[in-house]
């Protein structure tokens, strides 16, 4: 008899296939979560399960699926783990980092850009009938990338790749991380490590790129925002819940910062109704890894940390080493 595992969503058929020549696969085909009661219910006699950013495994869950040895995340961000809980169960967490870190870096800079220079507005606006001419004066006026001040806070892979890009632009690249990263690694993007209420006054351009956990929730409220320059940009391709949507929305309406780039959103996919009203704010709905070919690339590594798993071995991805026998 094969192994039981739960796909709690729709991935990629090949994919499911492939998991399939291993295991009794209970396959969620459709793209939107299990609502909470089901995801228990349909776990309660897997083994593993491969999971989305939507599924929420906590200890309610955990005592209800005594035999669940491993859940691989298709996402680099696990705040939908309950990881203490996880580990305390003695189950095995994975998530997909290096994967998407240039596709999540390309995401960022087309939202800082099309923030910078009002690419949004300027194409609705175009879109509406409202250009009668060129204008010199009055013409869409943004703000300049080029030689402006990038600030980074979360220097990761994905931070790293975007110091990277900035190379191109002539900017100067200041960032804040709990960890400094090595001589070699600063060098290679440019970047300075500065303390977190230096990097919100130097920035032009403020990218998070934070977990968000406890720790994180509302690190950007009012008082971060109002320390930062009336010029500057937000970007948030991180997760909502590290800024606080209600200071963000009054800071943006207000014009003390000059506008922001967000992909993420607090109680997504529910956003603040404020936000559609604000046009200085450019809004994605959570694409920041969404190419086919870095989803498949995702996919593909929950799958293998799967089969790693449960075949006895240690899966590339690991968050919680303590749970692996070895
Ligand atoms: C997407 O948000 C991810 O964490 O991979």
């Not at 994919?15 to 793209?31: A, C, G, M, P, W």
């Not at 890009?165 to 804040?176: C, E, N, Q």
């Not at 970047?191 to 130097?202: F, G």
Request: with cysteine; glycine share 8%; charged share 20%.
């Amino acid at each position: 008899m094969k192994t039981k595992i739960l796909v709690c969503r729709a991935i990629f058929p090949a994919l499911v296939e492939r998991l399939s020549t291993h295991f009794d696969v209970d396959y969620n085909d459709q793209d939107a979560a299990l609502p909470a009661e089901q995801l228990a219910a349909r776990l309660a006699d897997k083994v593993a399960a491969i999971t989305l950013l939507s599924d929420r495994i906590d200890a309610a869950v955990l005592a209800r699926a005594p035999a669940l040895k491993a859940v691989c995340n298709v996402a680099v961000g696990y705040n939908n783990f309950d990881l203490e809980a996880l580990t305390g169960a003695g189950v095995m967490a994975t998530n997909t980092p290096g994967v998407l870190d240039d596709t999540t870096a390309d995401t960022v800079w087309a939202l800082l850009l099309a923030s910078a220079r009002r690419v949004v507005g300027a194409d609705k606006w175009l879109r509406a009938g409202q250009w009668q001419g060129w204008q010199f004066h009055d013409n869409w006026f943004g703000n300049d990338v080029h030689h402006a001040t990038l600030g980074i806070l979360g220097m990761g892979r994905i931070g790293q790749a975007v110091a990277r890009r900035a190379l191109g632009f002539d900017m100067r690249v200041v960032y804040h991380n709990r960890h400094r990263l090595a001589d070699d690694a600063e060098q290679a993007c440019n970047a300075t490590w500065v303390s977190r209420d230096e990097l919100l006054r130097e920035a032009d351009f403020l990218v998070l790129l934070l977990p968000y956990s406890p720790a994180t929730h509302h690190l950007i409220g009012a008082s971060e925002l109002a320390a930062m320059k009336p010029s500057a940009h937000l970007i948030n391709v991180a997760r909502g819940g590290i800024v606080d949507d209600d200071a963000l929305i009054d800071a943006l309406q207000q014009r003390r910062i000059a506008g922001a780039g967000l992909d993420v959103f607090e109680n997504e996919p529910a956003l603040d109704g404020r936000f559609l009203t604000l046009d200085n704010a450019v809004l994605t709905p959570h694409i920041g890894s969404s190419t086919y070919a870095t989803r498949l690339g995702m996919a593909s590594l929950a799958a293998d940390n799967l089969v790693a798993a449960l075949s006895g071995k240690r899966p590339p991805n690991l968050l919680n080493p303590s749970t692996f026998a070895g």
